[in-house]
C-alpha cells in the first residue's frame, strides 16, 4: 500500500466550494469527478453533482464538441444545487478551457494541463493565439501544471509507454485536487488498487500518477495554500451516495419486496436510462428477472406480459422511447393491469439530445396515447428522490389497477447526492391483493368470476394471473363490457367504461398528499415547480428570503391527477412562478385546470436551472406584486 501520511499544512477553512473538471471525453473526467465526489461524500461533505457529456460519443480529440466535464458541489452545511458556477476549474486542455471559462466568476481558480497547450491543440479549439500568455485571463488565478509529463515521468521506470501512461493524468489531476482540498486518499488508492487487480502495470500507473499529483501540490510552492472543507451536520444514519438511476433502481427493488411481486424489467437501452437496467441485472439474487429487448416495443411488450403474469412489470425509456411505447401503453390502460413506466427525459425531439436534460415530456406523458386514456404520472425531484418516487407510481399501480408514467431526468439519473438509507420497514404497504375466486353470481345463482367487476371504492378491477381455475378471463385491446370483460361495441358501454377509467384516476387525488406548500406569512408570490427544478428553486427562494423578500414554495410529484387541494393554495398568491426545462407545460396545465395566471420561467438548452436565474426572476415578480398591490390601494382610496 503506498504511504498515505502525508499531511498538508494549515489548510483554509472555507465553507463550500464548486469545482468542474473538464477535458476530451477520453480524459476520464467523469471518472475523476466521481472519485473525487466519493471521497467528499465519505469525508462527510454534503453534496451535488452535473456531470456534463458531449453530444457526440466520438467527437474529434480536442475540439469544443468532445469536451466532457464534471461538477461537483462540496459544502459543510446543506446545499440543493451542483452550484451555479465553478470557484476551480481543471482544464485538461486548450478546448476544456474555452468551453468552460464563460462561467467562471471574476477571481475563479483555474489549472491548466500545460503540456496540452500546443499549436495543434489550440488550433482545434480556436485559439488563434495561447489564452496562457495573451492577458486574456487575467481575471482568473491560473496555474499552468504539465500534468502529462509529470505523469509520464512518474510511469517510466515501470517500463510503461508514454501513451499508456498518459491516460493516466486525471489521477494525476484528481490526486492535485485531492491535496488542494484535503480530499482523504485512501479510498480512492484502495479504490484504484480494487478496480485495476490483475492488471498489474495499469494499476501502479494511476496510483503513480495520483501520488503525483497529491505530491506536487504538497511539495511544488505553486499554490499559496490548500483549504478544507469540514464534514456537513447530517441526520445520524447509515449514507450512500447515489444517482437517480441508482436510487430507482433500489426503489422498484424495495416495492417488489414489500409487495412479494417479482420484478420483471422489459427494456430497450437509451441513453439516460440505460443505467436503470445494468443496476437491476446486479440483483438476481432478489427474484429480479431483466429483458434486454430488440426494441422499444418489445420492451414494454414484454412488461405488460410480465404484468399479465402477476409479476411487477416495468420498462424504462427516454424521450424518444416514450413515442414508441405509446400504443402499448394504450393496451395497458384497457386491460386496467399495473406497469411502471420510466422515462429518463432528455432534450428533444426525435433522438435531440442524448446526453443533456429536459422536462419536456410532461404533456406527452398526459396526453400521448389513443383516445381517451389518462394515466397516473409520478415526478422524482431529486436523485435520492428517485427512490421514494419509484415506490410511489409502484403502490398506485398496484392498488388501482393502472399503468403509472414516472419521470426523471438527464439531470437527476446521473446527479448524485447523499441519501440517508431508508428502513424497509418503513416503506409503505403494497398488497397485490390477488383475486381468489369467483366474484359475482348470475340470475340463475351460477357463481363466476367477472375481470371487470369493481372495488366500490378504488374502481381498480380484480388482478387475476393466469393459471388459477375458475378465474379463466379474455383480455384484449378490444372495449370491454363493465363487469363481464366481454367484447363490447356498443357506444353507450364504451363511454361508460372511458367515464370509469377517467374517474378512477381521479380519485387517485384522495389518496394522495395535500400540496406541500413551504409559506411565509404575507407572502404575494408562489413559485411552483415539478421534478428536477427543486433544487434550483429551493436555492434561488433561499436567497430571496435572505434579502428579507417573503416568497411561497410548492413543489409537485403528482403531476396526475394534482393535489386535490391544489386549486386552493394557487388562488392564495397574486403571482405564481412556474420554472420548468420546457416551454412552459406545466404552466400550461395550470392555466387550463384552474383559470390561474401561471406565468412561465423556461429554458431549454440542456443544462439545469441556475439558483441566481430563479432569484432573479423571483426578484422581479415580487416588486411587479407590490407594485400592483399598491396601485390597488390607491385606487380604492
Not at 465519505?42 to 480529440?61: K, S, V, W
Not at 411502471?340 to 435531440?352: A, K, Y
Request: glycine share 10%.
Amino acid at each position: 500500500m503506498p504511504d498515505t501520511t502525508i499531511d498538508p499544512t494549515s489548510p483554509h477553512l472555507i465553507d463550500r466550494v464548486v469545482i468542474r473538471f473538464a477535458g476530451d471525453s477520453g480524459d476520464g473526467m467523469q471518472l475523476a469527478g466521481d472519485r473525487f465526489t466519493t471521497s467528499s461524500a465519505l469525508f462527510g461533505n454534503d453534496l451535488a453533482t452535473f456531470p456534463d457529456f458531449p453530444a457526440e460519443i466520438r467527437a474529434p480529440a480536442g475540439t469544443l464538441a468532445g469536451v466532457s466535464a464534471f461538477q461537483v458541489h462540496i459544502s459543510d452545511h446543506t446545499i440543493s444545487t451542483p452550484g451555479d458556477a465553478p470557484n476551480v476549474l481543471v482544464a485538461m486542455n486548450p478546448a476544456a478551457l474555452r468551453a468552460n471559462v464563460s462561467s467562471l466568476p471574476q477571481g475563479a481558480t483555474i489549472i491548466v494541463n500545460s503540456d496540452a497547450f500546443d499549436e495543434r491543440n489550440l488550433h482545434k479549439a480556436g485559439y488563434d493565439v495561447d489564452p496562457l500568455g495573451d492577458g486574456s485571463l487575467s481575471a482568473f488565478s491560473v496555474y499552468e501544471v504539465p500534468m502529462t509529463s509529470i505523469t509520464t515521468e512518474s510511469s517510466k521506470e515501470l517500463g510503461v509507454k508514454p501513451r499508456d501512461a498518459e491516460r493516466s493524468k486525471n489521477f494525476f489531476a484528481l490526486g492535485l485536487i485531492s491535496w488542494l482540498y484535503t480530499r482523504p486518499v485512501e479510498p480512492t488508492l484502495e479504490w484504484i488498487t480494487e478496480k485495476y487487480a490483475g492488471k498489474e502495470l495499469v494499476k501502479e500507473a494511476n496510483l503513480r500518477a495520483f501520488k503525483a499529483g497529491y505530491h506536487f501540490g504538497d511539495t511544488a510552492e505553486l499554490f499559496e495554500s490548500s483549504y478544507e472543507v469540514k464534514p456537513a451536520v447530517l441526520e445520524p444514519g447509515e449514507y450512500a451516495n447515489v444517482t437517480g438511476n441508482t436510487a430507482t433502481a433500489w426503489g422498484l427493488v424495495a416495492a417488489s419486496i414489500t409487495s412479494g411481486l417479482p420484478l420483471f424489467l422489459g427494456t430497450y437501452p437509451i441513453t439516460p436510462a440505460s443505467d436503470i437496467l445494468h443496476e437491476l441485472s446486479k440483483h438476481k439474487h432478489f427474484g429480479i428477472r431483466t429483458f434486454q429487448a430488440e426494441d422499444e416495443i418489445s420492451g414494454i411488450g414484454a412488461a405488460l406480459g410480465a404484468a399479465y403474469g402477476g409479476a411487477l412489470g416495468v420498462t424504462t425509456t427516454s424521450g424518444p422511447g416514450l413515442d414508441l411505447k405509446a400504443e402499448m401503453m394504450g393496451l395497458a390502460i384497457s386491460l386496467e393491469l399495473p406497469l411502471i413506466i420510466i422515462d429518463v427525459q432528455r432534450g428533444g425531439p426525435s433522438t435531440g439530445l442524448p446526453t443533456k436534460t429536459e422536462q419536456a415530456d410532461l404533456l406527452h406523458a398526459m396526453y400521448g396515447r389513443h383516445g381517451e386514456a389518462p394515466m397516473p404520472i409520478i415526478a422524482a425531484r431529486t436523485p435520492s428522490h428517485c427512490f421514494d418516487a419509484t415506490v410511489e407510481a409502484v403502490r398506485i399501480a398496484v392498488k388501482y389497477r393502472t399503468p403509472v408514467i414516472l419521470l426523471s431526468d438527464g439531470y437527476l439519473a446521473n446527479g448524485t447526492e447523499p441519501w440517508k438509507l431508508p428502513e424497509l420497514a418503513d416503506q409503505p404497504a403494497i398488497d397485490p391483493d390477488f383475486a381468489t375466486g369467483p366474484n359475482h353470481v348470475l340470475d340463475d345463482g351460477t357463481e363466476v368470476f367477472w375481470p371487470f367487476l369493481r372495488d366500490p371504492e378504488t374502481l381498480a378491477r380484480p388482478w387475476a394471473p393466469p393459471g388459477l381455475a375458475g378465474l379463466e378471463h379474455r383480455i384484449g385491446g378490444l372495449e370491454k363490457a363493465d363487469g363481464s370483460g366481454s367484447v363490447a361495441y356498443d357506444g353507450a358501454n364504451h363511454e361508460h367504461m372511458s367515464r370509469l377509467r377517467a374517474a378512477k384516476i381521479a380519485g387517485i387525488a384522495a389518496d394522495i398528499p395535500p400540496t406541500d406548500v413551504d409559506d411565509e406569512e404575507g407572502a404575494r408570490v408562489l413559485v411552483i415547480g415539478w421534478g428536477s427544478t427543486y433544487g434550483a428553486i429551493a436555492a434561488g427562494v433561499q436567497r430571496v428570503r435572505a434579502r428579507g423578500h417573503k416568497v411561497a414554495q410548492a413543489h409537485l410529484v403528482h403531476l396526475n391527477p394534482f393535489p386535490a387541494d391544489l386549486g386552493d393554495v394557487l388562488k392564495r398568491y397574486d403571482k405564481v412562478l412556474v420554472p420548468e426545462v420546457n416551454l412552459g407545460q406545466l404552466s400550461r396545465l395550470l392555466r387550463a385546470e384552474y383559470l390561474v395566471d401561471a406565468q412561465s420561467l423556461t429554458q431549454v438548452s440542456g443544462i439545469p436551472f441556475r439558483a441566481a436565474s430563479m432569484e432573479s426572476a423571483l426578484l422581479e415578480l415580487i416588486e411587479e406584486s407590490a407594485d400592483s398591490g399598491s396601485a390597488t390601494e390607491e385606487g380604492s382610496d
